[in-house]
């Protein structure tokens, strides 16, 4: 039996394998749940010994798990490093779930439940395929390294001292995320880019306590307007963020890059139909995909403060707050773009007011890698060969923080190699993932290997 064979005789057990997985609530973000994440880099250690990897452990970094494990027997061949992460968003108001979100369930061909796309079904695959060629071929064309972690959905905060500390045992000639996504079922994509993030919490106070508006109105300042001043101030008419120094490192497009955008066919009419949203706005002078790819933004998570029972409860609040966060390209840092919006909130705070700036740790690092690259090449052909065309070549508007990091701390750059899709409900209720995009995807990361062999030949 060979390799693909193989993967399609065993595609009743691997989806029951990917049911039990999502099954675990690994949700790093919920201190209350941190035993779970734990439980699941277990279960998955003992899915990767199964595979036939070698020296797999689970490696604390901070309070969360690593998981690691190996395959090193291909004498002179290069030496990959396969990533991707077991943590799953919170799975937000259970009543928008049609059923419970970790109780997993199938319908017209599809897997439901929280993580079933980002990541724990795009993630698995590549160990489905190293499975198949073990068994079939007892060999690898390749060398591979298997990195998983528990803590990319809260940006993976103790990872740069993980990488640093263990360079020599992730040493590798190129690095490929299975964290990454297809722009349809029948078009292929890969993604050059990703954007970088930092995280911020403003949070204005007024009075002591809340105050009777009729009594104090009008005298006192209200901390839900002053709030409200601040946000609104911090974007200008033409969609531009208007903090001193957000601009000065951006790296421009180049024309390729602009010219690989405007190859990708963007449906305005659709992109609104799928998001809900009434019309498209941003930054002058740009089309909506390089808005959202190749742009920084500066956006407003939450709000809170005040009354928020039903009626009317006629306070001056004593407090309000916000989040907001920033998707910062290349050259841009975390910690400078955090550090201006901070300074820009604090100078600008309205008088009767105090305005306290909290820069959270939740910080990545913007991330490309060039179109031609060896491992794109490797990549694209196999996409061509599994889709019959040409992938497009895209800059995701997320971010995944080990990507700049590896290209920092190891030297190499990774290829981003997802199959989930756009449409599959990831962070939202009713998560997905299409079980033709499952076995897809298997297939194309033993084809991948077996290219990336071809090419160090």
């Known amino acids: 039996m060979n390799w693909p064979d193989y993967l399609q005789q065993h595609q009743p057990a691997f989806i029951a394998q990917l049911t039990a997985l999502l099954r675990i609530p690994s949700v790093s ?11 699941c880099a277990r279960w998955l250690a003992q899915r990767l010994t199964d595979a036939g990897l070698e020296a797999v452990s689970v490696d604390p970094a901070g309070d969360f798990p690593m998981l690691y494990g190996e395959w090193l027997h291909a004498a002179g061949a290069p030496t990959i490093l396969i990533y991707g992460h077991f943590d799953v968003q919170p799975p937000g108001e259970a009543q928008l779930w049609r059923h419970p979100p970790f109780e997993p369930w199938i319908e017209q061909g599809r897997l439901y439940g929280r993580g079933a796309s980002d990541d724990k079904g795009n993630l698995l695959a ?99 307007q002053a709030l409200a001043t601040l946000i609104a101030g911090l974007h200008d008419a033409e969609g531009r963020v208007r903090v001193p120094g957000f601009y000065r490192d951006v790296r421009p497009l180049t024309a390729a890059e602009r010219a690989a955008l405007r190859a ?150 990774t290829v981003i190699f997802g199959f989930g899709l756009p449409d599959e409900n990831f962070h939202a209720p009713n998560e997905f993932f299409r079980l033709a995009q499952f076995a897809r995807a298997q297939l194309a990361w033993g084809q991948l290997l077996e290219e990336l062999a071809v090419n160090a030949r």
């Not at 973000?29 to 439980?39: G, H, K, T």
């Not at 064309?141 to 992730?170: M, T, W, Y």
């Not at 889709?387 to 990091?405: C, D, M, V």
């Open 264 to 413: 990708i066919p963007f449906s305005a009419a659709d992109y609104l139909a799928r998001t809900g949203a009434p019309a498209l706005v941003g930054e002058a002078g740009f089309s909506a995909l390089e808005r959202i790819g190749a742009r920084p933004t500066l956006e407003v998570n939450g709000i809170t403060g005040g009354y928020r029972g039903p009626g009317v409860m006629t306070i001056i609040p004593a407090h309000a707050s916000a989040k907001i966060t920033c998707r910062l390209v290349p050259d841009q840092q975390p910690d400078a773009i955090a550090q201006a919006v901070a300074d820009a909130l604090r100078q600008r705070a309205p008088a009767g007011v105090r305005v306290t700036v909290t820069v959270l740790p939740n910080a990545a690092r913007p991330y490309r890698m060039a179109l031609d690259h060896p491992g794109n090449v490797a990549a694209a052909r196999v996409l061509r060969r599994l889709y019959g065309r040409e992938p497009y070549y895209t800059k995701s508007g997320g971010s995944i923080a080990i990507l700049a990091l590896l290209e920092q701390t190891l030297g190499v750059a």
């Open 126 to 224: 590549p160990v489905l395929a190293i499975e198949a060629m073990l068994r079939t071929l007892g060999r690898l064309p390749v060398n591979v390294k298997v990195l998983l972690e528990g803590q990319e959905e809260i940006l993976s905060p103790d990872l740069p001292a993980f990488i640093h500390r263990h360079q020599a045992r992730l040493a590798c000639d190129l690095a490929v995320s299975a964290d990454g996504w297809q722009w349809s079922e029948t078009e292929a994509d890969l993604r050059t880019g990703l954007r970088g993030l930092c995280a911020l919490e403003v949070t204005v106070t007024g009075p002591r306590q809340e105050l009777h508006a009729g009594s104090h109105g009008g005298a006192v300042a209200n901390p839900i």
């Open 29 to 39: 973000a919920d201190p209350a749940l941190r035993p779970e994440v734990w439980r």
